[in-house]
């Protein structure tokens, strides 16, 4: 019997400020039906996450991006609105997707000593 492959519990970002636009390095998952985000704020944090794919992004051998490729955000609800006192965690669950690389993408609206600690988990079903 084969075995599944995953992702276990990868750290993208830890204590990262929510002041300024964020996106997080891309991470192949090709191969990985559900992919998981979990974004825990520290703050009053006001802006927006969302989930990114791309099928055209290209890695070097040791995992580097050798082309950025282009980004197209997934509709709800891979998108969330954060204001001020909204409720941490927040938790994406992409089911089913067949993207090449995913990635996690924050626009500030108005963030003052907010940060956020980021986690992804995949697995192939």
């Known amino acids: ?3 599944k ?5 990868l750290v993208i970002a830890e204590d990262q400020s929510l002041e300024a636009d964020y996106v997080s390095p891309p991470i192949r998952v090709q191969g990985l039906d559900n992919i998981s985000f979990q974004i825990n704020i ?6 927006s996450f969302s989930v990114q794919v791309s099928n055209d992004v290209s890695f070097n051998p040791d995992g580097s ?3 950025p490729g282009t ?5 709800s609800p891979a998108a969330v609105a954060v204001t001020a006192g909204a409720p941490s965690p927040i938790f994406f669950d992409v089911n089913q997707t067949s993207a090449y690389a995913i990635r996690l993408s924050w626009t500030n609206n108005a963030s003052p000593e907010s940060s956020a ?4 988990t995949a697995k192939a079903v």
Do not use: K, N, Q
């Open 117 to 120: 600690s980021i986690y992804l």
């Open 71 to 75: 980004w197209t955000a997934l509709t």
């Open 42 to 47: 520290t703050g009053a944090a006001e802006g």
């Open 1 to 3: 019997m084969s075995r």
């Open 65 to 67: 991006v050798r082309d």
């Open 5 to 9: 492959s995953m992702i276990p519990r």
